[in-house]
């Protein structure tokens, strides 16, 4: 690189980890907010570089998907973000790499100018952001002249980041401005939209179509009552279907153009409301606003299958379906009624024994009012 020319910068979104914390999920590939994680960040990163690459160790078709190159480490059996940032700087053809994780979904818009304006003032060989409290590593501007240096390190079984960094000429570059460039996700709870966020704990209860779903909630509700929870039921029916009778009043109020139809009674209140969008899905969110949360201890969600909420899993073995686990990393126990193949990282219950899972669900409620 001579003094004229100007410095050029190959992104590297890493997305090659095993994430454990997941449930061993490809988290690149997770869906937030309608896309996956990994689209997020190209959106950001992608502007910012002459070139961008992923790097990934499984599902390398899916990612190649999204139109740019996928690297791969060249050390096996997911050895950390330095294999991957030194498979960057190996296929890079710049003067440097900029990394970001897969599990951030918006990463800075200023994270190329700042870090790099910060590293050729300095003359250092590394530039490392940080929240004003701690670096954060995996977000790092890294001089691909490191790339022989990177690879000894790692030959010798080394892994730890910051001790590489600590070993080259380094700057922090200050980002507490933009703290929000740095959230991730490592559970699958994290993954929750802030519209979905609620203080009443929230159950879905997933499973394909007749494996038991409405069955089981009948059975659990009585016994969930009768230990003094107040719990609402938000259900997806994905045919047409009609709360009201042809020929009641509130039936022909409504059919005769009334958008929305509260029916009230001493007992029993009801809000109808049409949708002309016919096309459109419902979205758990617009339920959940219309609950009267004061008053709930629990929340029960059958069906919204791609809605981000904690799941349990209903598996049935003579429905003759594979388990939503682990494509579904929402998913945070199984209950089944047979011995799974090959034992899953999460908790697995007997889906006969109705008092083991009641047992899940006060843990569950105890554990999110703890949080």
Not at 80 to 94: D, E, I, R, V
Not at 299 to 326: M, W
Request: charged residues 20%; hydrophobic residues 40%; glycine residues 6%.
């Amino acid at each position: 690189m001579t003094e004229l020319s100007y410095p050029t910068v190959t992104g590297v979104i890493l997305a090659g980890g095993e994430a454990r914390r997941m449930g061993g999920n490809d988290k690149g590939l997770i869906t937030f907010t309608n896309q996956p994680l990994v689209a997020h960040v190209i959106d950001h990163l992608a502007p910012q570089v002459e070139q961008l690459v992923i790097n990934a160790n499984r599902n390398i078709e899916r990612y190649q998907q999204f139109g740019y190159p996928v690297i791969s480490d060249s050390l096996s059996g997911f050895q950390g973000p330095l294999a991957g940032m030194l498979a960057g700087m190996q296929a890079a053809k710049t003067d440097y790499i900029l990394t970001a994780p897969c599990d951030s979904p918006a990463p800075s818009a200023k994270l190329r100018q700042r870090m790099l304006e910060s590293l050729l003032r300095s003359g250092k060989k590394i530039a490392v952001a940080t929240d004003g409290k701690r670096i954060q590593p995996v977000f790092a501007l890294i001089d691909c002249d490191l790339a022989n240096d990177l690879e000894q390190y790692l030959a010798m079984g080394e892994r730890k980041i910051d001790r590489w960094f600590a070993q080259h000429p380094m700057i922090e570059v200050d980002f507490a401005d933009e703290l929000e460039s740095f959230k991730n996700f490592n559970h699958p709870e994290d993954l929750l939209t802030p519209s979905l966020k609620t203080s009443v704990p929230m159950l879905g209860i997933a499973a394909y179509s007749g494996t038991g779903k409405t069955t089981l909630l009948t059975q659990l509700l009585p016994n969930l009552r009768k230990s003094g929870l107040n719990i609402a039921v938000v259900k997806h029916a994905h045919h047409l279907f009609d709360i009201d009778q042809p020929g009641k009043d509130s039936y022909r109020i409504r059919e005769a153009g009334a958008n929305q139809v509260i029916v009230a009674s001493r007992r029993l209140l009801a809000l109808m409301q049409t949708s002309d969008d016919f096309q459109t899905e419902p979205l758990l969110a617009d339920c959940l606003a219309r609950l009267d949360m004061h008053s709930l201890d629990l929340i029960l969600v059958e069906g919204f299958k791609h809605e981000a909420i904690p799941k349990l899993e209903l598996h049935r073995t003579n429905i003759g379906k594979p388990l939503l686990y682990p494509d579904d990393p929402n998913i945070i126990a199984i209950a089944t009624d047979t011995v799974l193949a090959q034992a899953p990282s999460i908790l697995v219950l007997n889906l006969n024994d109705l008092d083991t899972i009641l047992q899940f669900i006060h843990t569950f409620i105890r554990q999110h009012n703890h949080d």
